[in-house]
């Protein structure tokens, strides 16, 4: 099972999205759709997660890119931990000027690092809740 069907994404509110195809992209992780493509709110989705998925410096020439969760989740959950990890959780989000990310709280879970927020699309209007557990033996998980 890809990990792209591990992330679970609540939707909180939907309002109607515009009828044309704003963002364009596709993505080869999603195996529900057979040529690839991905428009508008499900791109916007997928290049979020994406960044989740890189832990920060391995993207080649964008040292920023990614998320330092996966160099931080062996370390006990320290005030100075969690804020480390607020930080950049706030920076993904506030990188991506499609989304505005609010309520974003880290915790331990487990045998892991607990992500959740409200996540907002604002060219769509809708809001999902975002949970995101990264665990120390299988990755990124639901």
Avoid at 22 to 48: A, H
Avoid at 69 to 75: A, H, P, V, Y
Avoid at 82 to 95: D, E, K, P, R, Y
């Amino acid at each position: 099972m890809s990990l792209h069907n591990k992330v679970t994404l609540k939707t909180a509110q939907n309002a109607s999205a515009p009828a044309s195809q704003v963002y364009k992209g596709f993505s080869t992780v999603n195996t529900k759709t057979q040529n690839f493509k991905l428009y508008d709110f499900e791109l916007i989705k997928q290049d979020i997660l994406n960044t989740f998925y890189i832990r920060q410096g391995e993207r080649l020439m964008n040292p920023e890119y990614g998320t330092v969760i996966w160099d931080l989740l062996f370390e006990p959950m320290t005030p100075d931990v969690q804020n480390s990890i607020l930080q950049n959780v706030n920076a993904i989000f506030n990188s991506d000027p499609r989304v505005q990310a609010s309520d974003i709280l880290v915790t331990p879970y487990e045998t892991g690092i607990q992500i959740q927020c409200r996540l907002r699309y604002l060219v769509y209007n809708i809001q999902e809740n975002l949970q995101l557990k990264f665990d120390q033996a299988n990755g990124l998980v639901r």
